[in-house]
Each structure stands twice: as C-alpha cells, then as structure tokens.
C-alpha cells in the first residue's frame, strides 16, 4: 500500500541546518508531485514547498524561498527537503504527501496518504 515516511527531524540551533527525507514506497514515484507541509501547535498547516514529476520544477512559500531546497532521487524512491539558515519560526512537525504542485500557490494535496511526520525544533 501507499507510505511515506518522514524522517531527519531533530533540535537544531537557529541558523543551523536538517535534511529531512521523504521515503516512499507502494507507488511509482517518479509519476507524482510531492509536497512538504509543516504544521507548528495552534497553526494551520502550510505548505511549505513542492516538486513536479517529470519537470521537476519546484514552488517554494515565500517564508522558506532560498532557505529551503527541495529535491527528489527516484531510484531510491526518496523526497528530500535541505533546510539551512532555520529560524525558530521553522519550529513544527514537517510532513510529506503526494500533491499537485501549483506554480503560483504551491501543493494542492492529492490524496489522504500521510506520514506521521517529522519533528523540527529550531532553539538556542
């Protein structure tokens, strides 16, 4: 069945960095948008950034653009997302899911298939 399993988390000083994974398995990866979205304790969720299948064209919200880069590695059916320069506004639990990757507003979740995420705590 379709998973996708969110990893890399962890404390990290402000200004530091994290490389979270998305690993999926139980689809063809490389025939899906993927999306990273974060949610942070009484916020909405966010999507924070996303890349297409086959262009592999990226959207990045405004808050993360040139901080964050998204990336994919097919052949290990893995989603990757480099975080560097966190800010504590980064602080929340990231998550993956198959989406439509929109140029302008960015990841449009496709279906219900969720990881359980990964937990990202920027502080000094």
């Known amino acids: 069945q379709v998973q996708l399993v969110e990893s890399g988390g962890g404390l990290v000083q402000p200004g530091g960095s994290l490389r979270l994974s998305c690993a999926a398995s139980g689809f063809t990866l490389d025939s899906y948008a993927i999306g990273w979205f974060r949610q942070a304790p009484g916020k909405e969720r966010e999507g924070v950034s996303c890349i297409r299948s086959v262009t592999n064209s990226t959207y990045y919200a405004g808050s993360v653009k040139g901080r964050f880069t998204i990336s994919r590695d097919n052949a290990k059916n893995t989603v990757y997302l480099q975080m560097n320069s966190l800010k504590p506004e980064d602080t929340a639990v990231y998550y993956c899911?198959?989406?439509?990757?929109?140029?302008?507003?960015?990841?449009?979740?496709?279906?219900?298939?969720w990881g359980q995420g990964t937990q990202v705590t920027v502080s000094s």
């Open positions: 899911a198959r989406v439509i990757c929109r140029r302008v507003s960015g990841p449009d979740v496709l279906d219900d298939y």
